[in-house]
């Protein structure tokens, strides 16, 4: 059965994220950011590509899996998740390529979707890793810093 984590970075310097990861026996790290350029430039693409890397972890970034703009600035204004919800599972009805891909690289590794937010019961990264165990059947697992609890089971806040 292919197996496919979910991680957040937020409350994270760089070692702990790695730290994280390597606890966890990820070794693919799958970027779903639409945009990966944040505040914090541990995180940024290039940086974290590179951390990555010299850890011995792959980095891929799949752009079409990141939450689009409206979709998020219109939660910014009225912070409705079901709103949210349904406007971002509408735009992943149209990524079957880029579901089908974290497919694929799922099975040939083990990997973790990765977004900012660190609970992932409000990240689109739960809702790309629904669509995945759809598509393929994987088993999702999502991964929490140890002070923001433990894992959660895959159907929370999806």
Do not use: N
Not at 126 to 155: F, K, N, W, Y
């Amino acid at each position: 059965m292919i197996g496919l984590s979910t991680i957040g970075y937020s409350g994270h310097d760089r070692d702990s994220f790695l730290a994280l990861l390597v606890s966890h026996d990820i070794h693919r790290v799958i970027d779903v950011r639409e945009m990966p350029w944040p505040r914090k430039p541990a995180f940024s693409k290039k940086a974290l590509a590179a951390s990555l890397a010299q850890a011995g972890l792959d980095y891929l970034h799949i752009v079409e899996l990141g939450c689009p703009r409206a979709i998020r600035d219109q939660y910014r204004a009225d912070h409705d998740w079901e709103r949210y919800r349904a406007d971002f599972l509408a735009h992943l009805a149209g990524q079957q390529a880029a579901l089908a891909k974290v497919c694929e690289l799922a099975g040939a590794a083990p990997s973790a979707l990765l977004c900012m937010e660190a609970d992932y019961r409000h990240c689109h990264r739960a809702l790309v890793a629904q669509a995945v165990s759809g598509l393929c059947g994987a088993s999702i697992r999502h991964i929490m810093a140890p002070h923001a609890g433990t894992e959660g089971p895959a159907d929370a806040g999806a």
